[in-house]
């Protein structure tokens, strides 16, 4: 919501008009935000008329062209010169603010007061707080392999929640950390849980490069596009990623983005805390050898399965007991 107030030394007419004009940076204000945008009188405590809103002066009308917003005062009674030094406030509800502003400096609000025949009486510009990302911490995440061996290919089940909502043309992107192996054309996002009512998330691209998975918004069938409210544990899977060596894996980052790049919610540096990557077990491990006299050389041969992938500059590493000589 948006709240609006004023205060002025000279005593303000009952049918005067408040324009508001927000500003685009950052794709600005959007109105109608989850419910229709309405506007709701308040009461300022000081004053003549201390227990109506607007200090009495009727009910308000609202209307919104772009981003200018004009509000005008019921014209019942006569505001006295303390109603207006005490203030006149009022409230916009259903708004989404703009995304972050990113290294942007922070905009200004043009306030203005109209007569009734759109005369501008005073006006002034307000500077805007700035916005920044929502914080998406470990708390709201939940990863969990299907396979936690080291390099094996699995599944990562994902589970988080969000605070900003994402434009239909907007993203999620995920990225893993250094170990992790991506595949394009082999991961999708599937078992998708509290996602939104008419959308789903697909996985639109991967860059093995940067480890990163980028979701985006699709429409259910028969459903037109739709921003992606704010997701409450959320969950999907993504699907055939190959694990890293094993321990503790390093920090995932998940960022969500307008179609524009424009940041909205964001891990911070820490990042979400890794998953373990446990050890695999070899498989059918046999020894043989060419000859078995006593302090002879002799040919060893080893046959075994592995459970995860070796890479290309990984090594085989054999241990033998305390009595051999190499």
Request: no cysteine; charged share 10%.
């Amino acid at each position: 919501s948006l709240r609006v107030g004023f205060a002025i030394s000279h005593p303000v007419p009952s049918d005067v008009s408040v324009r508001v004009e927000l500003p685009a940076q950052r794709s600005g204000f959007r109105f109608n935000a989850g419910a229709t945008t309405t506007l709701i009188p308040l009461i300022t405590a000081q004053g003549t008329v201390t227990n109506t809103p607007l200090h009495g002066t009727g009910d308000p009308t609202m209307s919104i062209e772009g981003d200018v917003i004009t509000v005008t005062f019921g014209a019942f009674g006569f505001p006295t010169l303390a109603d207006s030094e005490s203030g006149f406030e009022f409230e916009l509800s259903n708004l989404h603010n703009p995304y972050s502003n990113d290294g942007l400096p922070r905009a200004e609000a043009f306030v203005s007061l109209l007569f009734s025949n759109g005369t501008v009486w005073h006006n002034t510009s307000v500077l805007l707080p700035e916005f920044i990302p929502n914080l998406i911490t470990g708390a709201n995440v939940s990863l969990v392999l299907s396979n936690p061996g080291a390099g094996v290919t699995s599944d990562l089940s994902v589970a988080l929640s969000t605070t900003g909502f994402v434009p239909p043309d907007g993203r999620l992107i995920f990225t893993f950390p250094a170990g992790f192996t991506l595949s394009p054309g082999s991961t999708v996002a599937l078992n998708q849980f509290n996602v939104a009512e008419k959308a789903a998330v697909y996985v639109a691209s991967l860059d093995p490069a940067l480890n990163t998975v980028t979701l985006l918004v699709a429409p259910t069938l028969g459903y037109g596009p739709s921003l992606l409210p704010p997701l409450s544990d959320a969950s999907f899977r993504l699907t055939s990623v190959r694990t890293p060596p094993a321990g503790t894996t390093g920090t995932f980052a998940i960022r969500t983005f307008s179609g524009t790049l424009d940041l909205i919610d964001s891990t911070d540096v820490d990042g979400v805390p890794g998953v373990e990557v446990q050890v695999g077990a070899l498989q059918d491990v046999r020894v043989s050898l060419s000859g078995d006299a006593a302090r002879q050389p002799a040919e060893y041969s080893f046959l075994f399965s592995t459970t995860g992938v070796i890479p290309g500059d990984g090594k085989i590493v054999i241990d033998f007991p305390f009595g051999y000589f190499l």
